[in-house]
């Protein structure tokens, strides 16, 4: 019996047995709690071993040159993206103060910056972050600084899929809430494991992503994470074109033939999916204080 890491929870069950495809072959189990629903990756490295599990040239989000194809067109994606996330954002607050935690070399508050807003990063990743600095002359800082920054200090605080990275979920949840604006917003993008490409593909799905992710969100899990918090999700918005780029990745892990084109109808069926369900591969979390709490 594994104990929950989230909730203390002794009621839990293992989901699934996966292994580390992306990188070391390892072998992990998924175990899901009875009580918080959340799911989560054992055994769990000790986070001085964690960097480990970066360590690739595949890494995208990390890197700071174009070297194949694939990085390139993750370069293009992410650029579009951005201006998506731009666009979400702007209909809640035109300009402000955002923090984007995991923020990689940058590229998201560059943009931000831009277009005048006040834009502040956290970046585990020495690379990344000297690269954000260096290059768009960024203020990057280390997970350190959620614990030194003043309170209510931010009207945007962002997570582009970093939050099932973090070893001490309830922690970066309270550091986050104290840095929020009594009407700000907190941006949280996840992959979804009640997708069609994540039932699919089952212990091959890309996303699962193990051990470097270590927590695996349900809409359901989520919500009673945050209801505990004394936060709300507002809205729920899709990631589409995540569909395709995990489902391509997934293909390769199933070392099938002509992975990017079966990826791309995996991906075209998955978003077809969740038309009907709105379950998609990947999903963003516009997500707000409780009432109560604004008042305080």
């Known amino acids: 019996m594994q104990?929950?890491?989230?909730?203390?929870?002794?009621?839990?069950?293992?989901f699934l047995e996966t292994k580390d495809y992306f990188l070391t072959g390892e072998a992990f189990e998924i175990w899901e709690c009875q009580t918080c629903k959340?799911?989560?990756?054992?055994?769990?490295?000790?986070?001085?071993?964690?960097?480990?599990?970066?360590q690739s040239?595949?890494?995208?989000?990390?890197?700071?040159?174009?070297?194949?194809?694939?990085?390139?067109?993750?370069?293009?994606?992410?650029?579009?993206?951005?201006?998506k996330k731009y666009n979400l954002i702007n209909q809640y607050v035109k300009r402000g103060k955002i923090l984007d935690i995991g923020c990689g070399t940058g590229e998201l508050l560059n943009f931000f910056k831009k277009q005048q807003w006040d834009t502040k990063g956290i970046e585990p990743s020495e690379k990344a972050r000297t690269f954000g600095r260096k290059n768009y002359h960024l203020q990057i800082e280390t997970e350190t600084k959620l614990d030194q920054w003043p309170k209510k200090e931010f009207d945007i605080i962002?997570?582009?899929?970093?939050l099932e990275h973090v070893p001490d979920i309830n922690k970066r949840i309270d550091q986050t809430k104290r840095l929020l604006k009594d009407n700000g917003k907190i941006i949280i993008a996840l992959p979804n494991p009640n997708s069609w490409d994540s039932k699919h593909y089952h212990k091959y799905w890309a996303a699962l992503d193990v051990p470097r992710h270590l927590y695996h969100f349900t809409k359901e899990s989520l919500s009673n994470l945050l209801k505990n918090k004394e936060l709300k999700i507002i809205k729920i918005v899709p990631m589409?074109?995540?569909?395709?780029?995990?489902?391509?990745?997934?293909?390769?892990?199933?070392?099938?033939?002509?992975?990017?084109?079966?990826g791309f109808i995996k991906g075209w069926r998955s978003n077809r999916s969740a038309r009907q369900t709105g379950e998609y591969s990947s999903l963003i979390y516009v997500i707000e204080k409780a009432t109560d709490q604004k008042k305080n």
């Open 57 to 83: 040239n595949e890494y995208f989000s990390h890197q700071t040159e174009k070297k194949n194809p694939l990085s390139f067109l993750y370069a293009q994606l992410r650029q579009k993206n951005i201006r």
């Open 240 to 262: 589409k074109m995540d569909a395709y780029y995990v489902s391509y990745l997934s293909e390769k892990y199933r070392q099938k033939k002509l992975p990017l084109f079966r």
């Open 38 to 54: 959340i799911r989560f990756t054992t055994p769990q490295p000790e986070e001085k071993e964690l960097p480990k599990y970066y």
């Open 3 to 14: 104990k929950c890491p989230v909730c203390a929870s002794e009621e839990t069950t293992k």
């Open 158 to 162: 962002s997570m582009w899929h970093v």
